[in-house]
């Protein structure tokens, strides 16, 4: 249950994190936003390892270089399609991506029990109703959910390397994955000089990049503690709380297929962490 609890808590840090960065990335470019939030975020890691005083654990804290990869990448194409679409479709589509971690568990040997797996079934069954949009104006949306798509694969490599980085030291993890994001958007930042972020839209970055690296470590202080097949697919219902803000705070409209897949996923999780 406390796994479970953990990655719960990463899926609402995410959640928020990634409808702030929603409502931004449509007058920002991801990199603009990226550059600011992820140093943010990579300093408090920075902090927190500094001060417990205990150095790298050994060579898989490596697997979390792999892992940012991946992470970063898919930020960089969520944000994009949530620029180009609606929250509310482009968000499950992303969350798809629970499915890859969880093939892999369970071919490396997870047992999950048969609520458990039930539990995965209608989660991932949710996230697929609730990214479809059945109305007519949902072809405006293509270039989006291609974005969405690139998205679902990316942050579903995710999750399998930095799982195995965690293990050694969660915290290590945290922050070796936070240090090659910062690397790799730094880069990006040289090659394409997007437009600077103004001065007032400090104050939401900067909470982002806290909120993303809260998620960050949350899942993997949950990966310490659960099956990856598990902690995966409940960190991965981030889009879940995507959707209900967006619903809540843009008025963006639902079908009831998507609400459908909302409760599926909401039963989803209870029937995991009962397992």
Partial sequence: MFA????????????????????????????AILIIAQPIG????AIWVLVRGEGPPGR???????????????LVAFYRGM???????????????????????????DDPSRWQELGFAAALVGVVLASLERRPQAARLAAGVGWAAIAMVAFGGYYVPMHAASHADFLWAAFVFRLTSISMISIAWLVLRPPRARRADLPVLASMGLLDTGGNVFFAAASTKGLVSVVSILASLYPVVTVLLARAVLHERVDHSQELGILLALVGIVLISAG
Avoid at 13 to 25: E, M, N, R, V, Y
């Fill in 60 to 74: 898989e804290i490596l697997w979390a270089c792999l892992a940012a990869v991946f992470g970063t990448t898919g």
């Fill in 83 to 109: 620029a180009a679409g609606a929250l509310s479709i482009v968000a499950p589509i992303a969350g798809a991506g629970a499915a890859i971690p969880v093939v892999w568990g369970l071919a490396h040997g």
């Fill in 42 to 45: 990579g300093a408090i890691v």
């Fill in 4 to 31: 479970a609890a953990l990655a719960l808590a990463a899926a609402a840090s995410w959640g928020i994190g990634d409808f702030l960065g929603g409502l931004k990335s449509r007058t920002l470019h991801p990199i």
